[in-house]
């Protein structure tokens, strides 16, 4: 999966409302077997929120989460999941990942953007996410990535995406790679290479 928390980014949320907005719409896009909503609106349509957080731990089994830091791991209840979920809506955009036709959570989408110049009022972005492990090999990542691309060529405010990757995840660089990204000389932290789309 790609490192969503190897990116100690926090969003800015002043710089301009407008843009704010393009990551509030609900669906953020759609693919042909997936749909990215805001958390919050899953939130809000979701049977019950332990019923939610329950789909959530399904995630974040130890193989999706192992390489990531250690606020991540060993989450052993609903309560410290739930914390888990708003420390990632504080940190950034925070999406889900669901099957178009059956609604099922099968992944969750972290964005976080930034100001890339005082000059311009574009945004980099950042984009971390995690798929459940019985959904690997399935090609969503690549599509989810794809479809994000294209949302993003529409925002005339996003100049860049880039995201970070642990040196040993193959299918994720290869994810990234087939969908345009090139490895940046960008300094990160070890057995972590960034990856960038302009």
Request: hydrophobic share 40%.
């Amino acid at each position: 999966m790609i490192k969503p928390c190897s990116l100690k980014l926090k969003s800015t949320y002043n710089v301009n409302m407008k843009r704010i907005d393009i990551f509030n719409s609900s669906p953020l896009f759609i693919t042909a077997r997936l749909v990215i909503k805001p958390w919050q609106v899953l939130e809000k349509k979701a049977l019950s929120k332990q019923i939610l957080l329950e789909e959530v731990n399904n995630i974040l089994s130890p193989n999706v989460i192992k390489d990531l830091p250690d606020s991540w791991q060993n989450l052993n209840s609903l309560e410290e999941i739930e914390e888990w979920v708003n420390d990632r809506n504080q940190e950034g955009y925070f999406y889900g990942i669901e099957y178009l036709e059956s609604n099922e959570l099968v992944g969750l989408l972290f964005l976080y953007a930034e100001n890339t110049t005082l000059i311009d009022d574009t945004i980099a972005l950042r984009l971390g996410y995690l798929l459940k492990e019985s959904k690997w090999g399935k090609g969503l990542a690549s599509e989810m990535i794809a479809a994000l691309i294209l949302w993003s060529k529409d925002q005339m405010s996003i100049r860049s995406i880039s995201a970070g990757v642990e040196v040993g995840n193959i299918g994720s660089i290869k994810v990234l790679e087939k969908n345009g990204f090139v490895k940046s000389n960008h300094e990160m932290p070890i057995g972590v290479l960034l990856y960038e789309l302009r």
